[in-house]
Protein backbone atom coordinates (compact mmCIF):
# COMPACT_ATOMS: atom_id res chain seq x y z
CA UNK A 1 0.00 0.00 0.00
CA UNK A 2 1.32 3.44 -0.56
CA UNK A 3 2.18 5.67 1.85
CA UNK A 4 -0.08 8.19 3.54
CA UNK A 5 0.27 11.16 5.95
CA UNK A 6 -1.68 12.36 7.82
CA UNK A 7 -1.54 16.36 6.95
CA UNK A 8 -3.78 19.37 8.32
CA UNK A 9 -6.49 19.62 6.43
CA UNK A 10 -6.13 16.97 3.71
CA UNK A 11 -4.66 13.63 3.08
CA UNK A 12 -1.32 13.46 0.72
CA UNK A 13 -0.31 10.29 -1.00
CA UNK A 14 3.44 9.53 -0.61
CA UNK A 15 4.23 8.92 -4.42
CA UNK A 16 8.35 8.64 -3.84
CA UNK A 17 8.61 5.00 -5.06
CA UNK A 18 11.45 3.12 -6.47
CA UNK A 19 11.01 3.26 -9.98
CA UNK A 20 13.67 0.74 -11.31
CA UNK A 21 12.06 -1.30 -14.23
CA UNK A 22 12.29 -4.91 -15.06
CA UNK A 23 12.60 -4.90 -18.51
CA UNK A 24 12.94 -7.40 -21.38
CA UNK A 25 16.47 -5.66 -22.15
CA UNK A 26 17.58 -5.47 -18.82
CA UNK A 27 18.44 -1.91 -20.00
CA UNK A 28 18.26 -0.89 -16.52
CA UNK A 29 19.75 -3.95 -14.59
CA UNK A 30 17.36 -6.16 -13.51
CA UNK A 31 16.12 -8.61 -16.81
CA UNK A 32 13.07 -10.24 -17.21
CA UNK A 33 13.57 -13.69 -16.04
CA UNK A 34 11.54 -16.26 -14.84
CA UNK A 35 12.02 -17.70 -11.34
CA UNK A 36 14.26 -14.72 -9.94
CA UNK A 37 11.62 -12.09 -8.95
CA UNK A 38 9.49 -12.69 -5.82
CA UNK A 39 6.16 -10.53 -5.86
CA UNK A 40 5.39 -9.57 -1.90
CA UNK A 41 1.81 -8.76 -1.09
CA UNK A 42 -0.42 -8.05 1.42
CA UNK A 43 -4.32 -8.87 0.27
CA UNK A 44 -5.33 -6.17 2.53
CA UNK A 45 -3.74 -3.39 0.43
CA UNK A 46 -5.26 -2.71 -2.45
CA UNK A 47 -2.75 -1.71 -4.69
CA UNK A 48 -1.33 -4.79 -4.12
CA UNK A 49 -4.74 -6.58 -5.10
CA UNK A 50 -3.97 -5.08 -8.26
CA UNK A 51 -0.53 -7.21 -8.82
CA UNK A 52 -2.15 -10.07 -7.24
CA UNK A 53 -4.77 -10.07 -10.25
CA UNK A 54 -2.98 -9.29 -13.28
CA UNK A 55 -0.42 -11.84 -12.10
CA UNK A 56 -3.44 -14.07 -11.93
CA UNK A 57 -5.04 -13.15 -15.12
CA UNK A 58 -1.59 -13.16 -17.07
CA UNK A 59 -0.67 -16.44 -16.20
CA UNK A 60 2.43 -15.40 -14.42
CA UNK A 61 2.16 -17.92 -11.01
CA UNK A 62 4.83 -20.36 -12.12
CA UNK A 63 7.99 -17.31 -13.95
CA UNK A 64 7.01 -15.05 -10.50
CA UNK A 65 6.62 -16.46 -7.01
CA UNK A 66 4.67 -14.46 -4.43
CA UNK A 67 5.10 -13.52 -0.71
CA UNK A 68 2.61 -13.12 1.09
CA UNK A 69 2.37 -10.29 4.52
CA UNK A 70 -0.11 -10.93 7.09
CA UNK A 71 -2.89 -8.10 7.04
CA UNK A 72 -1.53 -5.92 9.73
CA UNK A 73 1.47 -3.95 10.38
CA UNK A 74 3.25 -1.50 12.58
CA UNK A 75 4.80 1.79 11.97
CA UNK A 76 8.19 -0.08 11.02
CA UNK A 77 7.25 -2.82 8.33
CA UNK A 78 4.56 -5.64 6.74
CA UNK A 79 5.59 -9.02 8.17
CA UNK A 80 5.56 -12.83 7.15
CA UNK A 81 3.67 -13.40 10.14
CA UNK A 82 1.39 -15.62 8.28
CA UNK A 83 4.23 -18.06 7.58
CA UNK A 84 4.60 -20.73 10.31
CA UNK A 85 8.20 -19.50 11.27
CA UNK A 86 7.43 -15.67 10.76
CA UNK A 87 9.95 -16.03 7.75
CA UNK A 88 9.37 -15.64 4.02
CA UNK A 89 9.97 -18.81 2.71
CA UNK A 90 11.68 -17.86 -0.04
CA UNK A 91 13.34 -14.70 1.00
CA UNK A 92 14.08 -15.74 4.83
CA UNK A 93 12.88 -12.26 6.31
CA UNK A 94 10.75 -11.69 8.89
CA UNK A 95 9.51 -8.15 7.25
CA UNK A 96 9.56 -6.72 4.09
CA UNK A 97 11.67 -3.73 5.81
CA UNK A 98 14.79 -6.28 5.44
CA UNK A 99 14.22 -6.35 1.71
CA UNK A 100 13.87 -2.63 1.44
CA UNK A 101 17.23 -2.20 3.81
CA UNK A 102 18.99 -4.49 1.39
CA UNK A 103 18.56 -2.64 -1.61
CA UNK A 104 19.62 0.79 0.73
CA UNK A 105 20.93 0.27 4.04
CA UNK A 106 19.54 4.42 4.16
CA UNK A 107 16.09 3.62 2.69
CA UNK A 108 13.84 6.62 3.78
CA UNK A 109 10.94 5.85 1.91
CA UNK A 110 7.34 4.47 2.61
CA UNK A 111 7.70 0.34 3.46
CA UNK A 112 5.01 -0.72 1.63
CA UNK A 113 3.53 -3.61 -0.76
CA UNK A 114 3.10 -4.45 -3.54
CA UNK A 115 7.24 -4.87 -4.16
CA UNK A 116 9.05 -6.82 -6.81
CA UNK A 117 12.34 -8.41 -4.76
CA UNK A 118 15.26 -9.80 -6.86
CA UNK A 119 15.65 -13.10 -4.75
CA UNK A 120 19.39 -13.72 -5.39
CA UNK A 121 20.53 -10.13 -3.83
CA UNK A 122 17.31 -10.10 -1.25
CA UNK A 123 16.94 -6.16 -2.33
CA UNK A 124 13.81 -4.81 -3.86
CA UNK A 125 13.66 -4.16 -7.72
CA UNK A 126 10.83 -1.56 -7.48
CA UNK A 127 7.42 -0.44 -5.10
CA UNK A 128 5.66 1.71 -7.97
CA UNK A 129 2.59 -0.03 -7.78
CA UNK A 130 1.07 1.65 -11.42
CA UNK A 131 4.68 0.71 -13.46
CA UNK A 132 4.55 -2.94 -11.84
CA UNK A 133 1.28 -4.04 -13.25
CA UNK A 134 2.02 -2.62 -16.76
CA UNK A 135 5.17 -4.03 -16.77
CA UNK A 136 3.32 -7.09 -16.45
CA UNK A 137 1.59 -6.86 -19.07
CA UNK A 138 3.76 -5.72 -21.93
CA UNK A 139 7.75 -6.49 -20.22
CA UNK A 140 6.72 -10.23 -19.54
CA UNK A 141 4.59 -11.31 -22.58
CA UNK A 142 6.64 -14.06 -23.47
CA UNK A 143 5.69 -15.85 -20.17
CA UNK A 144 2.27 -14.95 -20.42
CA UNK A 145 -0.25 -18.09 -20.50
CA UNK A 146 -2.39 -19.03 -23.77
CA UNK A 147 -5.36 -16.92 -23.61
CA UNK A 148 -4.40 -14.65 -21.54
CA UNK A 149 -6.87 -11.04 -22.10
CA UNK A 150 -5.06 -8.29 -22.99
CA UNK A 151 -5.17 -5.61 -20.52
CA UNK A 152 -3.81 -2.85 -22.42
CA UNK A 153 -4.99 -2.93 -25.87
CA UNK A 154 -3.07 -0.45 -27.70
CA UNK A 155 -6.25 0.91 -29.40
CA UNK A 156 -7.92 2.16 -26.04
CA UNK A 157 -4.57 3.76 -24.48
CA UNK A 158 -6.03 7.06 -25.74
CA UNK A 159 -9.16 6.21 -23.76
CA UNK A 160 -8.03 4.37 -21.31
CA UNK A 161 -4.93 7.14 -19.56
CA UNK A 162 -8.06 9.62 -18.75
CA UNK A 163 -10.45 7.02 -16.99
CA UNK A 164 -7.84 5.57 -15.38
CA UNK A 165 -6.69 8.82 -14.02
CA UNK A 166 -9.70 9.74 -12.99
CA UNK A 167 -10.05 6.16 -11.10
CA UNK A 168 -6.70 6.90 -9.24
CA UNK A 169 -7.35 10.20 -7.99
CA UNK A 170 -10.87 10.66 -7.44
CA UNK A 171 -11.84 7.10 -6.41
CA UNK A 172 -8.80 4.47 -5.38
CA UNK A 173 -7.31 7.79 -3.33
CA UNK A 174 -10.65 9.37 -2.85
CA UNK A 175 -11.90 7.05 -0.04
CA UNK A 176 -8.61 7.84 1.88
CA UNK A 177 -9.08 11.49 1.41
CA UNK A 178 -12.45 10.55 3.08
CA UNK A 179 -11.18 8.98 5.92
CA UNK A 180 -7.94 10.88 6.93
CA UNK A 181 -9.73 14.21 6.28
CA UNK A 182 -8.27 16.64 9.24
CA UNK A 183 -10.98 18.96 9.02
CA UNK A 184 -14.85 19.37 8.31
CA UNK A 185 -14.01 20.87 5.32
CA UNK A 186 -11.59 18.75 3.75
CA UNK A 187 -14.13 15.73 4.72
CA UNK A 188 -16.87 17.57 2.98
CA UNK A 189 -14.74 18.12 -0.13
CA UNK A 190 -13.50 15.04 -0.46
CA UNK A 191 -16.73 13.17 -0.12
CA UNK A 192 -17.85 15.21 -2.51
CA UNK A 193 -15.13 14.76 -5.04
CA UNK A 194 -15.80 10.81 -4.40
CA UNK A 195 -19.36 11.03 -4.92
CA UNK A 196 -19.08 12.71 -8.48
CA UNK A 197 -16.91 10.08 -9.54
CA UNK A 198 -19.06 7.30 -8.50
CA UNK A 199 -22.33 8.92 -10.43
CA UNK A 200 -19.60 8.88 -13.41
CA UNK A 201 -19.09 6.13 -13.08
CA UNK A 202 -22.55 4.51 -12.29
CA UNK A 203 -23.74 6.37 -15.11
CA UNK A 204 -20.55 5.05 -17.75
CA UNK A 205 -21.07 1.80 -16.90
CA UNK A 206 -25.35 1.42 -17.07
CA UNK A 207 -24.76 0.91 -20.93
CA UNK A 208 -21.69 -1.08 -20.87
CA UNK A 209 -20.15 -3.71 -19.73
CA UNK A 210 -16.95 -3.08 -18.50
CA UNK A 211 -15.24 0.68 -18.43
CA UNK A 212 -13.41 0.44 -22.11
CA UNK A 213 -14.90 -1.89 -24.68
CA UNK A 214 -16.42 -5.14 -24.36
CA UNK A 215 -13.48 -7.24 -22.57
CA UNK A 216 -12.05 -6.54 -19.26
CA UNK A 217 -8.57 -4.39 -19.02
CA UNK A 218 -6.17 -2.61 -16.34
CA UNK A 219 -9.14 -0.17 -16.14
CA UNK A 220 -11.28 -2.75 -14.68
CA UNK A 221 -8.94 -4.13 -12.23
CA UNK A 222 -7.90 -1.07 -10.95
CA UNK A 223 -11.60 -0.17 -9.92
CA UNK A 224 -12.23 -3.14 -8.86
CA UNK A 225 -10.21 -3.33 -5.45
CA UNK A 226 -11.87 -0.36 -4.10
CA UNK A 227 -15.33 -1.32 -4.59
CA UNK A 228 -14.77 -4.67 -3.32
CA UNK A 229 -13.99 -3.12 -0.17
CA UNK A 230 -16.24 0.03 -0.08
CA UNK A 231 -19.26 -1.60 1.69
CA UNK A 232 -16.59 -3.83 4.01
CA UNK A 233 -14.34 -1.01 5.03
CA UNK A 234 -15.06 2.40 3.24
CA UNK A 235 -18.50 3.01 3.63
CA UNK A 236 -18.44 3.06 7.52
CA UNK A 237 -14.71 3.48 8.82
CA UNK A 238 -13.67 6.23 6.03
CA UNK A 239 -17.02 7.93 6.47
CA UNK A 240 -18.05 7.39 2.77
CA UNK A 241 -21.58 7.28 3.54
CA UNK A 242 -23.36 8.59 0.85
CA UNK A 243 -24.81 5.18 0.10
CA UNK A 244 -23.76 1.76 -0.12
CA UNK A 245 -22.36 0.09 -3.29
CA UNK A 246 -25.13 -2.20 -2.70
CA UNK A 247 -27.63 0.69 -3.45
CA UNK A 248 -25.83 1.82 -6.92
CA UNK A 249 -27.56 -0.66 -9.30
CA UNK A 250 -24.78 -0.34 -12.51
CA UNK A 251 -21.36 -0.54 -10.13
CA UNK A 252 -23.15 -3.21 -8.16
CA UNK A 253 -23.79 -5.21 -10.70
CA UNK A 254 -20.48 -4.46 -12.51
CA UNK A 255 -18.75 -5.42 -9.16
CA UNK A 256 -20.33 -8.98 -8.62
CA UNK A 257 -19.75 -9.57 -12.53
CA UNK A 258 -16.05 -8.92 -11.79
CA UNK A 259 -16.13 -10.97 -8.76
CA UNK A 260 -17.57 -14.13 -10.22
CA UNK A 261 -14.82 -13.80 -12.62
CA UNK A 262 -12.02 -15.87 -12.63
CA UNK A 263 -8.94 -13.93 -11.34
CA UNK A 264 -10.80 -11.29 -9.25
CA UNK A 265 -12.92 -12.96 -6.51
CA UNK A 266 -10.85 -15.83 -5.77
CA UNK A 267 -7.95 -13.22 -4.87
CA UNK A 268 -10.05 -11.54 -2.38
CA UNK A 269 -9.86 -12.21 1.44
CA UNK A 270 -12.55 -10.21 3.19
CA UNK A 271 -11.58 -11.56 6.40
CA UNK A 272 -7.70 -9.70 6.06
CA UNK A 273 -9.41 -6.95 4.65
CA UNK A 274 -11.14 -6.00 7.75
CA UNK A 275 -8.24 -6.70 9.96
CA UNK A 276 -6.01 -4.40 8.37
CA UNK A 277 -8.53 -1.14 7.99
CA UNK A 278 -9.98 -1.79 11.44
CA UNK A 279 -6.65 -2.92 13.24
CA UNK A 280 -4.21 -0.39 11.95
CA UNK A 281 -5.47 2.40 11.74
CA UNK A 282 -5.66 2.82 15.14
CA UNK A 283 -6.42 7.07 14.62
CA UNK A 284 -9.54 6.45 13.26
CA UNK A 285 -10.88 2.91 14.96
CA UNK A 286 -8.70 3.31 18.18
CA UNK A 287 -10.91 0.37 19.69
CA UNK A 288 -9.22 -1.86 17.61
CA UNK A 289 -12.71 -3.43 17.07
CA UNK A 290 -13.27 -5.22 13.44
CA UNK A 291 -17.59 -5.62 12.94
CA UNK A 292 -18.32 -8.40 11.77
CA UNK A 293 -20.58 -7.37 8.77
CA UNK A 294 -21.59 -6.70 6.19
CA UNK A 295 -23.01 -9.90 4.93
CA UNK A 296 -21.29 -11.26 1.84
CA UNK A 297 -23.74 -13.64 0.47
CA UNK A 298 -24.72 -11.25 -2.24
CA UNK A 299 -21.52 -11.29 -4.03
CA UNK A 300 -22.72 -14.33 -5.60
CA UNK A 301 -26.49 -13.02 -6.70
CA UNK A 302 -27.26 -12.84 -10.44
CA UNK A 303 -25.60 -9.90 -11.95
CA UNK A 304 -27.80 -9.76 -15.28
CA UNK A 305 -24.64 -8.13 -17.12
CA UNK A 306 -24.59 -10.56 -19.74
CA UNK A 307 -27.53 -8.77 -21.93
CA UNK A 308 -24.65 -5.67 -22.18
CA UNK A 309 -22.49 -8.35 -24.38
CA UNK A 310 -18.75 -8.92 -24.50
CA UNK A 311 -16.83 -10.96 -22.48
CA UNK A 312 -14.75 -11.15 -20.10
CA UNK A 313 -11.62 -12.45 -21.78
CA UNK A 314 -13.13 -11.89 -25.33
CA UNK A 315 -10.85 -14.35 -27.78
CA UNK A 316 -8.62 -15.59 -24.65
CA UNK A 317 -9.72 -17.73 -21.46
CA UNK A 318 -9.79 -17.66 -18.34
CA UNK A 319 -7.30 -18.35 -15.90
CA UNK A 320 -7.19 -21.92 -14.91
CA UNK A 321 -6.71 -23.63 -11.52
CA UNK A 322 -5.12 -21.74 -8.12
CA UNK A 323 -1.72 -23.28 -6.50
CA UNK A 324 -2.83 -24.87 -3.54
CA UNK A 325 -0.49 -22.63 -1.76
CA UNK A 326 -1.85 -19.14 -2.98
CA UNK A 327 -5.90 -20.24 -2.25
CA UNK A 328 -7.69 -17.46 0.26
CA UNK A 329 -8.84 -19.54 2.99
CA UNK A 330 -12.58 -20.46 2.26
CA UNK A 331 -13.22 -19.35 5.60
CA UNK A 332 -11.98 -15.40 5.05
CA UNK A 333 -14.32 -15.37 1.47
CA UNK A 334 -17.64 -17.15 1.33
CA UNK A 335 -17.64 -17.92 -2.12
CA UNK A 336 -14.66 -19.34 -2.26
CA UNK A 337 -14.49 -23.34 -2.33
CA UNK A 338 -11.70 -25.96 -1.41
CA UNK A 339 -9.92 -25.90 -4.82
CA UNK A 340 -9.44 -21.63 -4.31
CA UNK A 341 -12.07 -20.86 -7.11
CA UNK A 342 -15.04 -18.63 -6.88
CA UNK A 343 -18.15 -21.18 -6.84
CA UNK A 344 -21.69 -19.45 -8.12
Same mark, same amino acid.
Given at each position: ??? /???????? $? &???????? &?? =? &???? $? /?? +?? $? +? /? &??? =????????WASRAVIVRRLLGLEDVISMGVCGPTHDSDSWTFDLDPDGLDPVLRIPRIKDAYLRRDPDYPRGITVPAMVDVPTGQVVTNDFDRMTRDFVSEWTQFHRAGAPDLYPEALREEMEPVMRRIYTEVNNGVYRCGFAGTQEAYDAAYERLFTALDWLEQRLTGRRYLLGDTITLADVRLFTTLVRFDPVYHGHFKCNRGKLIELPALWGYARDLFQTPGFGDTVDFTHIKRHYYIV????????????????? /???? +???? $?ALGGNAFGAGTAPGAIAEGERVDPAHNPAVGPDGLVHV
Open positions: MAK /GTYVEPTF $E &RDTNYITT &RI =L &RDGS $E /GW +PV $E +P /G &RYR =LVVSRACPHSDINPTGVVPLGPDLA /GWLT +PHGR $E
